[in-house]
Structures are given as C-alpha cells and as structure tokens.
C-alpha cells in the first residue's frame, strides 16, 4: 500500500452503519492513584470527564464548568445569548469575543485547506435537512439550489471584532469544531493551574499530555462503528496510546434518518448542499490541537477515504485512522504512515 496501511476486520458493512460516528472510550484510567482527580458531568448536551494531577491536590471542577460556561456563551448555537446566535440573527450590537475569533481563524484555515469541504456557513444547509439548530422538516428533500447562494466561508469576512456577510442569511455552525475546541479550553485551565498530567474527554474528543495515573500514555479506545442506534454496543477497534496531542473522532452516527427508504447523514458538504454519501465510516485525527483535529475530521468525512488521506499526510503534524467499507461489504481500517507509532503492538 505504500504510504497507508490497510486491514481488514471481522465485521461485514451490513453490520455497519455507514453513516456511524467512532465514539471514542478511555482507557486505563483508573483513579486508583490518590494523587490524580477524576471529575465527570454534563456540558453541551454531551458528557465530560477530565483525569488530571494537581500539584496541590486542589480540584478543580467548578472552575472548569465556570470556563465552560463560558465558552457556551460564545460559540453554542443552542444558547440564544451566545455571540455566535447573535451573529446569526444579525444583531448590530454584538463584538466577537476571543473564543469565537480564535475558532474563526482556524475554521478559515481548514476551509482553505481543504477547498470547502470544512465550512461553518455550513448552518442553512444543516438546519434544512433537519441536523441543526433550526426546524429543519425530514418529510421532504429541502430545495438546496435556493440556499446555495448564501453559503460559503468566502461570504464572511471577520473585521475590528465584527463578523461581516455578504447576505444577512448566512448563519454560522461551529459545531464541528467548538467541542474540539471546548478541549483545549479545558486542557489551557488545567495548565493554568499547575497540571503537566492529565486527560480531557469532551463529548469525545481528547487532550492529553503527560502521562496517566499508571505512569504510562493515555490509552484512547476507538469504537468500531457498528449499527447500534442505542450506542450501547461499544466495541473496540483500535487502541490508541498517546500524549501531547489532541485527537477527534467523526462520523456520521446517530444523526441520521430514512427518506423515501435512502439515508441520509448529518455531515452535509457544503459545496454540493448534500449530506455525504460514500464508503467512509469513519475519520479519526491527531493534531497538535484537538479544535484542527475536530475541524479535518468533519472534512475528512466529508473529502472520503482517498483525499483524505492524501491531504493528510501533506499536512506537517497531522495524522489519521479512517475505517471504511471496501467494494464486497468488507469494514477495513487504513492510517497513515505517522499514526502507526500511536497504536499499541503495530508501531512497526
């Protein structure tokens, strides 16, 4: 194979959901050591759980939900008073705030980098099929062709802490980056606080650095996306052991539904207004932050297998592990080059 490896596992895809997300599950995370804090809840509709040595011993939880508060304020586009809900009914009044102008340079960035395939005016699109913040209606296929005209992420420009469109009905879903993000804003808190040890689980996605309570990497669980609306079948594909680096999963499960007997997924690419439809399963990413690998994930899945791993290994720093269904129904697992040294047993 060259530069990827590929395998084949013991799964058929009609075991598959196509359209299914890898969750990711920790591992060897036992808080058997005294010395490492364990504090777990909701946040974002999702769950959260944060493993970290503090110096002091000092717990740090309600500071940690304070931050994320915070953070919700800004980029949730569930929270009405949130800037980017601001933004997205046009309020002259609203100033973007750190959060949302430190998202807003990496979101351009991927954009740039993967030529649309990542693209937060993505929102009118999601909303019309029914994935968003709005009333989509999943009785009928939306006319996208009227609402192509005001998507695109060179239809905004951020200036003097304003965001600027083109057409005041362009809407803003920094969704598939903002809990990326949320991660890093939680791994910052705990460097601010004396931590040099810890893991950071938001919805998924993962900052580690350091080592865990058993002196060792983190181990990453990578579930294999199996049909289980449930999700309560979590099977592990691959363990990923890893520190010093953030890691997103994405993919297409749990969000989807039938339409006149097709499915229909969540990820929509934003250059054709479509949800995706190919053989990826799933996109998982390392990158030096987990907002960029949040980011490529969602245009991983969007690009499919092939560009995805092209594009992939022409970025320094980045790497991934895609599973995808091959031409007889087989699930296979292929990664570049650089994530083999994150798989326990296979770095060579």
Same mark, same amino acid.
């Given at each position: 194979?060259?530069?990827?490896?590929?395998?084949?596992?013991?799964?058929?895809?009609?075991?598959?959901?196509?359209?299914?997300?890898?969750?990711?599950?920790?591992?060897?995370?036992?808080?058997?050591?005294?010395?490492?804090?364990?504090?777990?809840?909701?946040?974002?509709?999702?769950?959260?759980?944060?493993?970290?040595?503090?110096?002091?011993?000092?717990?740090?939880?309600? %500071?940690?939900?304070?931050?994320?508060?915070?953070?919700?304020?800004?980029?949730?586009?569930?929270?009405?008073?949130?800037?980017?809900?601001?933004?997205?009914?046009?309020?002259?009044?609203?100033?973007?705030?750190?959060? /949302?102008?430190?998202?807003?340079?990496?979101?351009?960035?991927?954009?740039?980098?993967?030529?649309?395939?990542?693209?937060?005016?993505?929102?009118?699109?999601?909303?019309?099929?029914?994935?968003? /913040?709005?009333?989509?209606?999943?009785? %009928?296929?939306?006319?996208?062709?009227?609402?192509?005209?005001?998507? *695109?992420?060179?239809?905004? %420009?951020?200036?003097?802490?304003?965001?600027?469109?083109?057409?005041?009905?362009?809407?803003?879903?920094?969704?598939?980056?903002?809990?990326?993000?949320?991660?890093?804003?939680?791994?910052?808190?705990?460097?601010?606080?004396?931590?040099?040890?810890?893991?950071?689980?938001?919805? *998924? +996605?993962?900052?580690?650095? *350091?080592?865990?309570?058993?002196?060792?990497?983190?181990?990453?669980?990578?579930?294999?996306?199996?049909?289980?609306?449930?999700?309560?079948?979590?099977?592990?594909? %691959?363990?990923?052991?890893?520190?010093?680096?953030?890691?997103?999963?994405?993919?297409?499960?749990?969000?989807?539904?039938?339409?006149? *007997?097709?499915?229909?997924?969540?990820?929509?690419?934003?250059?054709?207004?479509?949800?995706?439809?190919?053989?990826?399963?799933?996109?998982?990413?390392?990158?030096?932050?987990?907002? +960029?690998?949040?980011? /490529?994930?969602?245009?991983?899945?969007?690009?499919?297998?092939?560009?995805?791993?092209?594009?992939?290994?022409?970025?320094?720093?980045?790497?991934?592990?895609?599973?995808?269904?091959?031409?007889?129904?087989?699930?296979?697992?292929?990664?570049?080059?650089?994530?083999?040294?994150?798989?326990?047993?296979?770095?060579?």
């Amino acid at each position: 194979m060259g530069k990827y490896r590929v395998y084949e596992t013991a799964c058929p895809v009609w075991r598959l959901i196509v359209s299914l997300c890898v969750a990711v599950v920790v591992l060897s995370c036992s808080t058997g050591n005294k010395e490492y804090i364990r504090n777990t809840g909701r946040i974002f509709g999702t769950y959260y759980s944060v493993i970290y040595q503090q110096p002091e011993g000092v717990d740090l939880q309600e %500071k940690m939900e304070e931050r994320m508060r915070e953070f919700d304020r800004s980029l949730s586009t569930f929270n009405r008073e949130s800037v980017i809900s601001r933004i997205n009914r046009n309020d002259t009044t609203v100033r973007t705030d750190r959060y /949302f102008e430190s998202m807003y340079v990496v979101a351009e960035r991927v954009s740039q980098c993967t030529d649309g395939a990542f693209d937060i005016t993505v929102a009118p699109l999601v909303n019309a099929w029914g994935f968003g /913040f709005g009333d989509g209606d999943r009785t %009928k296929r939306p006319v996208t062709d009227t609402i192509m005209p005001y998507v *695109g992420y060179r239809k905004i %420009k951020l200036e003097n802490h304003r965001l600027l469109k083109q057409d005041p009905r362009i809407m803003l879903d920094a969704s598939a980056i903002a809990k990326g993000y949320s991660s890093d804003v939680m791994a910052a808190l705990l460097e601010e606080n004396g931590c040099r040890n810890y893991m950071v689980e938001i919805g *998924g +996605e993962v900052v580690c650095r *350091g080592v865990n309570p058993k002196g060792e990497k983190w181990r990453i669980g990578i579930n294999k996306p199996i049909d289980d609306e449930t999700n309560l079948r979590n099977e592990i594909e %691959k363990i990923v052991s890893i520190t010093d680096a953030g890691m997103a999963t994405s993919g297409n499960y749990r969000q989807f539904y039938y339409l006149n *007997g097709k499915k229909y997924s969540h990820t929509i690419d934003p250059r054709t207004g479509t949800p995706v439809n190919h053989n990826l399963l799933s996109a998982t990413v390392v990158a030096p932050t987990c907002m +960029e690998a949040d980011a /490529f994930a969602t245009a991983f899945m969007v690009l499919g297998k092939d560009k995805a791993l092209e594009l992939c290994e022409a970025t320094p720093g980045m790497d991934c592990l895609l599973i995808y269904a091959d031409d007889d129904g087989q699930s296979r697992v292929v990664y570049t080059d650089g994530f083999a040294r994150y798989l326990l047993g296979e770095e060579d």
